[in-house]
């Protein structure tokens, strides 16, 4: 690996652990770079993922405040990113690579549809919940098991994960999207920390690159906590849009 290498590679792991923290998809910045660079996919995928996790876990914790009063709802959504993450990774290493080609754009468009019209969908959601007399919005039945198929998906692969999680959050959790962004920001770290350790002991790993990004990420991490935290919601939002729309071009370009 050339000293140009290593720096592209560095600085595309502190551009993907901000864009994490912020919303997701940094995995489309690293992903292609490390394959421009000559290095195998599913090598690729598996050391991006690894060296992605400490960027996830600053992120997480650069939104402590948000994460304030969360701590029952996160650790019944934990489970969720946890089984889901562990089947992806294990899908990753048994599936033929692009088994999942054909859904992904098409589980991004959704997403980015959902943070769209997430606004009308909460009150459409909310007004059922007071009809029946519940509060099923801060613990809706649909939302666990979304949160697990996410985490599937991320621990396959990852990229647009922020996009479908926030969309899922903002839809079934009565609370503001900074707070949900904080939440998310755990439940990625979760997906990509079980999907990494599997890794670590059943695939082939490149440590020069999970170095690199690592410690990219971890710049990146913290810098996307100070800027995505002041973001107003009509911006985060328009943020998670852009980015989720950026990762159907490059899918369906690809």
Known sequence: MSFFEAAAILLAGIAAGGINTIVGSGTLITFPTLLAFGIPPVTANVSNNIGLVPGSVTGAIGYRRELAGQRSRILRLVSASLVGGLTGAMLLLVLPDGAFAAIVPVLILLGVALVIFQPRLSRWVAGRALERGTHERDAA????????????????????????????????????????NGAKNVLAAVVNGVAGLLFVFVADVDWRVVGLIGVGAVIGGVLGARVGRRLPQPVLRAFIVVVGLAALAVFVLD
């Open 141 to 180: 039945w649909w939302v666990w098991p979304a949160v697990l198929l996410t985490g599937v998906y991320g621990g396959y692969f990852g990229a647009a994960q922020g996009v479908l999680l926030m969309a899922v959050l903002g839809i079934g959790i009565d609370d503001s999207l900074q707070r949900l």
